[in-house]
């Protein structure tokens, strides 16, 4: 049964495997998901499919950070925050369906690109509906 939070659509299969296969190419040692919500329909499972790669899952709501802390205690690699320091850095970053929710993207973006590696990658999935 899904709860309130979960969906499982081809589209979600289909953006799940678009950053699965940037993670599996450029083998990253830390990943963030910034607006990860519960991580349900991304940030949890790349973690199940990554195990040696560290995700910190990001998002602006504490109550839902809760959820997500506790449905998924058992999963070492990923760490879900509401904020973590901005001086982190990261080889790899996702904003999945995100952006579109930003009052400015150009400074989001910009904030983004600062908290990559040198070599970092920026995912930006957005809705397509």
């Known amino acids: 049964m899904k709860n309130k939070f979960q969906k499982n659509t081809q589209s979600n299969q289909k953006r799940y495997q678009f950053v699965a296969d940037i993670i599996r190419s450029r083998s990253p040692e ?33 109550k839902t950070i809760d959820y997500a802390i506790e449905k998924h205690s058992e999963l070492k690699n990923i760490k879900f925050r509401k904020n973590i320091s901005k001086d982190c850095r990261f080889q790899v970053i996702i904003a999945s369906e995100v952006i579109e929710h930003v009052i400015e993207p ?22 397509n509906g």
Do not use: M
């Open 30 to 62: 830390r990943v963030l998901d910034i607006g990860c919500g519960t991580g349900e329909e991304l940030t949890v499972p790349l973690a199940r499919e990554f195990p040696n790669v560290n995700f910190i899952a990001e998002d602006s709501d504490q």
């Open 106 to 127: 150009h400074k989001f973006l910009s904030a983004l690109h600062q908290r990559l590696d040198q070599k970092g990658c920026l995912i930006l999935t957005l809705p």
